[in-house]
C-alpha cells in the first residue's frame, strides 16, 4: 500500500456584491471573496492537498485563472475533477483536515453542513473530513478582516498494481 501526504493553502481578499461561499455552502455574510471562481478558498486549499498527494501539481495547473469557461464555477466542481484525477490514477482518500483563517465571520455554525458538502463531493464518510475555523487574534490581513486564508492536509492511498 502506498500512502502519501499532501497540503494545501489558499487566500482569497474579501469583495462587496459575492456571496460568502465557504466549503461549498453559503455562509450569510455582508462580503464575499474575489475570485475568478466562486473563490471558495477552503476547497482550494483541499484541491491542492489532495493533488499535492498525488504528485498531479496544483490547482493553477489544472484550473488557470485565465479560462473563461471556469469564471464563477462553483468549486464543487473542481473538487469532482480532482477527484476523478485521483481516482484515474487509483488514489483514495483516507482523510482530510482543514484549518479556516478568518476573523470573521463566526464559521463554527456552517462547520457541520461544509463537511456533509465535501463528503458527497469527495464520496467519502463525514468522519474523514475535520473542519476547524481560527482567527489571529486581529493580526495580519485575516485578522484586519481583509479576506480569508485555508490550510489543508490529505491523507491519500494508492493500491498495489
Known amino acids: 500500500m502506498n500512502i502519501r501526504v499532501g497540503q494545501g493553502f489558499d487566500v482569497h481578499a ?6 460568502l461561499i465557504l466549503g461549498g455552502v453559503q455562509v450569510p455574510f455582508h462580503l464575499g471573496l474575489a475570485g475568478h471562481s466562486d473563490a471558495d478558498v477552503l476547497i482550494h486549499a483541499v484541491c491542492d492537498a489532495l493533488l499535492g498527494a498525488a504528485a498531479l501539481g496544483d490547482i493553477g495547473r489544472h484550473f488557470p485563472d485565465t479560462a ?3 469564471e464563477n464555477i462553483d468549486s464543487c466542481h473542481l473538487l469532482q475533477r480532482v477527484m476523478q484525477l485521483l481516482a484515474g490514477a487509483r488514489w483514495s482518500i483516507c482523510n482530510v483536515d482543514v484549518t479556516v483563517i478568518a476573523q470573521q465571520p463566526r464559521l463554527a455554525p456552517y462547520i457541520p453542513a461544509m463537511q456533509e458538502r465535501l463528503a458527497n463531493v469527495m464520496g ?28 489543508a492536509v490529505a491523507l491519500l492511498q494508492q493500491a498495489d498494481a
Open 68 to 70: 473563461p469557461a471556469l
Open 124 to 151: 467519502i464518510a463525514t468522519d474523514a473530513i475535520n473542519i476547524k475555523a481560527t482567527t489571529t487574534e486581529r493580526l495580519g490581513f485575516t485578522g484586519r478582516g481583509e479576506g480569508i486564508a485555508a490550510q
Open 14 to 19: 474579501f469583495a462587496a456584491g459575492r456571496p
